[in-house]
């Protein structure tokens, strides 16, 4: 198993241009989701999906899109990059159980500079 | 939302030492994890737990429910263990459910 795999690493943007974040994993989680890491300050979520075609917005979803077509992918766009969006951001997942915590899986990350 | 505050936010110990990160959070959870993020690295999961305490290799981590609070202990630490260490209470099951806490930067000089 791959676990969660993340593309790209790095990336650098310019202010106004768009870009999108891979996401996928070959567990077969239901839940998928993206977070951003900023210095002195804990992962906040940006949105999650808890299967296929159905996503929602997490703690800062402005300035970003989610899609879920398949199981394995959960791609993050961001359609007009702005320096507050500069981050590193890491895409996790783990099973559905309703009630029931379960373990999570985390992306190496990728770290976005926005100029 | 819970509030979660870990302690210390920094520590730096020398190799061979007892090392202990605490956690607490202010609202009753389902689980709580300790996750492990290596320098201009990934992160990964140490441990998931409800109650009590769970033991793998070098690493221990305790859950007092009552008390709201979490350790993670490091036996015998190894400058690999340098690693930012960070809390999660799970409030509700999902992804949605999860409060961060902002980590301990731990370095182990040799």
């Known amino acids: 198993n791959a676990g969660v795999t993340q593309t790209p690493k790095f990336q650098v943007l310019k202010t106004g241009q768009s870009m999108t974040l891979q996401c996928a994993q070959d567990m077969n989680h239901e839940y998928m989701s993206w977070y951003r890491q900023d210095p002195g300050m804990g992962l906040r979520l940006i949105h999650y999906?808890?299967?296929?075609?159905?996503?929602d917005q997490g703690e800062v979803p402005n300035g970003y899109n989610v899609s879920r077509s398949t199981t394995e992918d959960f791609p993050l766009r961001l359609l007009s990059a702005a320096p507050s969006q500069t981050s590193v951001y890491f895409c996790a997942s783990s099973y559905h159980r309703p009630g029931l915590p379960t373990p999570l899986h985390f992306g190496n990350g990728t770290r976005l500079t926005v100029t | 939302k819970n509030e979660v505050e870990q302690s210390p936010q920094n520590l730096t110990a020398q190799e061979g030492e007892f090392i202990t990160i605490n956690c607490s959070y202010s609202v009753g959870i389902s689980a709580l994890h300790w996750l492990q993020q290596h320098p201009g690295g990934g992160i990964v999961s140490l441990f998931m737990?409800?109650?009590g305490k769970k033991k793998h290799g070098r690493l221990i981590a305790t859950i007092n429910i009552q008390e709201k609070h979490s350790s993670l202990h490091i036996t015998a630490s190894h400058p690999r263990d340098s690693a930012v260490y960070i809390c999660a209470v799970d409030s509700g099951g999902g992804a949605d459910g999860l409060t961060f806490g902002k980590g301990t930067h731990l370095i182990i000089q040799p």
């Open positions: 737990l409800s109650s």
């Open positions: 999906s808890v299967g296929a075609g159905i996503t």
